[in-house]
């Protein structure tokens, strides 16, 4: 690598926020709406909108859903945790600060494993911690509104250590974090709603530095696709810097989506800016070890474990097991359609499923849960097609019509004329047929060319359209040409 030219590595760390699930707000009974469709300032009361005077309380669900994620992190739980006001102006927080956690955060120390291109990789959590959301702005013209539905809204912040040293890794690491939030029930993860946000913190340095680089922050990033370009930019245009003996200014960024740039928006805040203060209106958050074992237990099985477990027990690859247990959904379809007919091999459920499933679902952009097949009907089409009921082919239409349609395998099979032709008549008759039709061939295999039975047998099963008795065809084919042997034989 010439002198001109260094090349710098990237470290990541990322602050992953994510809107929890809960029935009702993090310090108020107000609901949770859908805050993109729900009519605005319809779900908001004094607490949420920061009247003077009124005072907040703590929503033990939405702890118990941060507890869930802290212990499925393997964090250290902190049997005291502190509020925090975090002050800063902004029309969308009405109070003038928002309630988070500072200096002593729910949960911190945990890990998460991702997958990368080199195997698995062990990515440190730094904290978990509880706040609330903002409301949103909507600017017009020559003036704003302000939608107060979203404030109050129960926040979590997961943030990683600087561990993640390609765009790669960050990637893997999001969607691990949101498959894991799902799996807990925790949070919607519609990415599309902006339920998941991230901050994306990155620095560069020469490959073998121990020290890390400066670092900027970039803000407001709600897709992976967002936080990926602006990554990407970001260590470009640092690497760029250095390489030109210019220093990185640590700053906060935005991402531009039109522009696909990071923007300056204003030198990298401090803590001290903040005035944090522990909040006056909230007592310290005592959270019982009890409750923790508690939580614990209830766990449900999680992506990993999920995984070994398959390869394990249904001998699927690793690559199936990974496909079949990144959605929690998927997952549990994949179980009720084993459950739903034990007795076919789980290979190929799962080779339906995320073979000829997932590209119906793909096609129409929805999930596992918005299709129309039940588990049981597609473990009842695997059966069938295994059976020879239906050929492959035939199987992926009526997948086509269950998926969008819904019924059973059989009530398709039946009205697309899909079902196996079976009667020895018809099928002796189509294999006269084709004899007759190609004497060349036949001769050639009474004169010893054996392979041409293959070929015979092709023109007969597309005869029946696919839909011929592979068995009989078979069969009556070998028996057919038997008798005209025997027929050469005798002349
Ligand atoms: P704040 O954003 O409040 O300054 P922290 O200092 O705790 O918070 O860091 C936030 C995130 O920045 C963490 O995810 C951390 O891993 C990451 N980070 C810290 N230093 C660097 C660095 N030099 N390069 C890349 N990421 C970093
Ligand atoms: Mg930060
Ligand atoms: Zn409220």
Not at 375 to 386: F, I, K, N, Q, T
């Amino acid at each position: 690598m010439s002198e001109s030219s260094p090349v710098f590595e990237p470290v990541i760390g990322l602050e992953v926020h994510a809107e929890l699930l809960t029935r009702s707000k993090m310090f108020c009974g107000c609901r949770v709406v859908d805050s993109t469709t729900a009519e605005p300032n319809s779900a908001v009361c004094e607490i949420c909108t920061g009247m003077p005077g009124t005072l907040p309380v703590i929503n033990q669900r939405a702890v118990e859903f941060a507890l869930r994620v802290a212990l499925a992190l393997h964090c250290e739980i902190a049997p005291t945790s502190v509020f925090a006001r975090k002050n800063y102006f902004y029309p969308d927080l009405p109070k003038g600060y928002q309630i988070s956690q500072y200096e002593l955060p729910l949960a911190r120390d945990g890990w998460l494993d991702i997958d990368t291109e080199a195997g698995p990789k062990r990515i440190r959590i730094r904290r978990v911690h509880l706040e609330e959301d903002t409301g949103k702005l909507f600017h017009h013209a020559d003036y704003s509104l302000i939608d107060y539905n979203r404030s109050g809204v129960p926040l979590l912040e997961i943030v990683s250590e600087p561990d993640l040293y390609a765009v790669s890794e960050a990637y893997s690491y999001a969607t691990a974090l949101r498959s894991l939030l799902r799996y807990l029930q925790v949070s919607s993860g519609d990415m599309e709603k902006g339920v998941i946000r991230f901050e994306a913190n990155v620095s560069v340095r020469r490959p073998g530095d121990e020290a890390l680089g400066t670092r900027t922050e970039i803000k407001n990033l709600n897709s992976f696709r967002a936080m990926t370009r602006a990554l990407e930019y970001e260590i470009e245009r640092q690497s760029e810097h250095l390489a030109r003996g210019e220093p990185v200014v640590q700053e906060t960024v935005g991402w531009d989506e039109t522009r696909q740039a990071t923007v300056s928006q204003r030198s990298k805040e401090t803590a001290s800016d903040y005035r944090y203060f522990p909040e006056p209106d909230l007592p310290p958050l005592v959270v019982d070890p009890a409750w923790v074992s508690t939580v614990q237990a209830g766990l449900p099985e999680l992506a990993p474990e999920k995984r070994a477990r398959y390869q394990e027990q249904y001998e699927l690859t690793p690559y199936a097991a990974a496909l079949l247990t990144a959605e929690r959904a998927v997952a549990a379809f994949f179980e009720a359609a084993l459950a739903a007919k034990p007795e076919t091999e789980p290979a190929a459920i799962a080779n339906w499923i995320t073979g000829e499933l997932f590209s119906l679902l793909n096609q129409d952009d929805l999930e596992i849960d918005q299709s129309q097949v039940t588990p049981a009907a597609l473990a009842r089409l695997v059966a069938l097609v295994e059976a020879g009921q239906v050929n492959a082919n035939g199987g992926k239409a009526v997948l086509a019509e269950l998926h969008r349609q819904g019924d059973q395998p059989e009530t398709w099979i039946e009205r697309l004329g899909l079902s196996q032709i079976r009667d020895e008549r018809e099928i002796e008759a189509l294999v006269e047929q084709v004899l007759e039709e190609n004497p060349d061939q036949l001769e050639a295999y009474l004169a010893g060319k054996e392979a041409i039975q293959h070929w015979l047998f092709g023109q007969v099963m597309r005869a029946t359209s696919g839909r011929g008795d592979p068995q009989l065809i078979r069969q009556l084919l070998a028996a057919a040409l038997a008798a005209k042997q025997e027929h050469t034989a005798g002349e």
